[in-house]
């Protein structure tokens, strides 16, 4: 048996994965009709905490076998418990019907859209993403979209990466879901032919070079887990005869701040910093934007309004740092464009690689 407890939130999601159980919550707005976005994250939600009954809660990290539960226990794997889980989690979704091809396709823009956003990859690797878990992901700064990365995002891709990877060399015949199914063979605690219980990263490496096609496949793994680099996802896509196609540059000329806003008390100030950003290197975090060329800033939606249009000008900001007011004069780049389209209607390869692999 199990059993699935879904909270409904105002904005709150999440979920917590039990041996045979989880507690889920969402936005009720998921079950509201005309909610197609929000639906499709209540679909994939439920399926990442169901696999979690065997990536995590039974199949774990050695060290995770008997916790310390006064200290921080620390593990290199997370983009393989939280990355692969999100990676198989959406293709079930997918592969049994509950979503259908477009959901897939919608989602994994989605995704694309915040991994080109980012420029963490770069300067951290997977494994020191899942190492410094406990110290960072749950603190970000304002640095954090420039020096970190998403164990969870950029794991789901790169388990996108390896799994084509390794069907390349073994004419599609195991990929990743099997090499999941088979580290829970020899690995988990639930299982009755384990070897021993746990894993760490040379057990996963040792598993993939027993499957079939992974025997030369040790150093790619190395490259997609401890190199800071983005993985080739333009290839894997490649093997299905799909492409990553850019949006075309924003035709209107919108300027672009690159920087977050926070909005309180009738004050607009800079929260956090963005790859690239023309301000990076003339404001700080908690600094106030006064005004435009003059004109008083009201809100983040009306300092937007006044930049507008306005790619290749040059302006005047007012910003105010601990109460000292300055002025800074700068040219407006244009906004990036980090939205992609996933083009190709795939080959015969993806649409086996889509199709339940549920017994007919």
Same mark, same amino acid.
């Given at each position: 048996?199990?059993?699935?407890?879904?909270?409904?939130?105002?904005?709150? @999601?999440?979920?917590?994965?039990?041996?045979?159980?989880?507690?889920?919550?969402? =936005?009720?707005?998921?079950?509201?009709?005309?909610?197609?976005?929000?639906? @499709?994250?209540?679909?994939?939600?439920?399926?990442?905490?169901?696999?979690?009954?065997?990536?995590?809660?039974?199949?774990?990290? &050695?060290?995770?076998?008997?916790?310390?539960?006064?200290?921080?226990?620390?593990?290199?794997?997370?983009?393989?418990?939280?990355?692969?889980?999100?990676?198989?989690?959406?293709?079930?979704?997918?592969?049994?019907?509950?979503?259908?091809?477009?959901?897939?396709?919608?989602?994994?823009?989605? &995704?694309?859209?915040?991994?080109?956003?980012?420029?963490?990859?770069?300067?951290?690797?997977?494994?020191?993403?899942?190492?410094?878990?406990?110290?960072?992901?749950?603190?970000?700064? =304002?640095?954090?979209?420039?020096?970190?990365?998403?164990?969870?995002?950029?794991?789901?891709?790169?388990?996108?990466?390896?799994?084509?990877?390794?069907?390349?060399?073994?004419?599609?015949?195991?990929?990743?879901?099997?090499?999941?199914?088979?580290?829970?063979?020899?690995?988990?605690?639930?299982?009755?032919?384990?070897?021993?219980?746990?894993?760490?990263?040379?057990?996963?490496?040792?598993?993939?070079?027993?499957? =079939?096609?992974?025997?030369?496949?040790?150093?790619?793994?190395?490259?997609?887990?401890?190199?800071?680099?983005?993985?080739?996802?333009?290839?894997?896509?490649?093997?299905?005869?799909? &492409?990553?196609? =850019?949006?075309?540059?924003?035709?209107?000329?919108?300027?672009?701040?690159?920087?977050?806003?926070?909005?309180?008390?009738?004050?607009?100030?800079?929260?956090?910093?963005?790859?690239?950003?023309?301000?990076?290197?003339?404001?700080?975090?908690?600094?106030?934007?006064?005004?435009?060329?003059?004109?008083?800033? &009201?809100?983040?939606?009306?300092?937007?309004?006044?930049?507008?249009?306005?790619?290749?000008?040059?302006?005047?900001?007012?910003?105010?740092?601990?109460?000292?007011?300055?002025?800074?004069?700068?040219?407006?780049?244009?906004?990036?464009?980090?939205?992609?389209?996933?083009?190709?209607?795939?080959?015969?390869?993806?649409?086996?690689?889509?199709?339940?692999?549920?017994?007919?």
């Amino acid at each position: 048996d199990y059993t699935t407890v879904l909270h409904l939130t105002d904005t709150g @999601r999440g979920g917590l994965e039990h041996m045979n159980s989880q507690t889920s919550m969402m =936005p009720r707005s998921c079950l509201f009709p005309d909610h197609p976005d929000e639906y @499709r994250d209540l679909v994939s939600l439920f399926s990442h905490e169901y696999l979690h009954q065997w990536n995590v809660k039974r199949l774990r990290p &050695k060290c995770f076998l008997d916790y310390d539960l006064q200290s921080e226990t620390h593990t290199d794997l997370l983009w393989w418990f939280e990355g692969a889980t999100s990676w198989l989690g959406d293709m079930i979704c997918v592969r049994s019907g509950a979503w259908t091809e477009e959901d897939w396709r919608l989602d994994f823009e989605r &995704k694309m859209k915040r991994h080109t956003a980012n420029n963490g990859m770069l300067r951290e690797s997977l494994a020191e993403s899942s190492h410094d878990a406990w110290i960072h992901l749950y603190r970000s700064g =304002p640095y954090t979209r420039e020096s970190q990365i998403s164990y969870y995002l950029e794991g789901e891709l790169a388990l996108l990466c390896l799994d084509t990877e390794l069907r390349r060399r073994n004419d599609d015949t195991f990929g990743a879901c099997d090499l999941m199914a088979e580290l829970v063979r020899r690995y988990a605690i639930s299982s009755d032919d384990a070897e021993e219980l746990g894993v760490d990263y040379s057990d996963i490496r040792k598993t993939l070079k027993s499957c =079939p096609g992974g025997s030369s496949m040790g150093p790619y793994l190395d490259r997609l887990v401890q190199q800071r680099n983005h993985p080739n996802v333009q290839r894997a896509l490649s093997t299905f005869r799909l &492409k990553l196609v =850019p949006h075309a540059s924003d035709k209107e000329g919108k300027g672009w701040l690159g920087v977050n806003l926070r909005e309180a008390s009738g004050r607009v100030t800079i929260s956090t910093y963005q790859a690239g950003s023309p301000l990076r290197n003339l404001t700080q975090v908690g600094d106030e934007v006064v005004s435009v060329d003059g004109v008083r800033i &009201k809100s983040v939606a009306h300092l937007k309004k006044l930049i507008g249009g306005r790619a290749g000008d040059e302006i005047k900001l007012d910003i105010t740092h601990e109460g000292i007011l300055t002025t800074t004069t700068l040219v407006l780049p244009t906004s990036p464009q980090h939205g992609v389209t996933l083009k190709g209607k795939g080959n015969q390869r993806w649409k086996a690689w889509i199709t339940t692999r549920q017994a007919k």
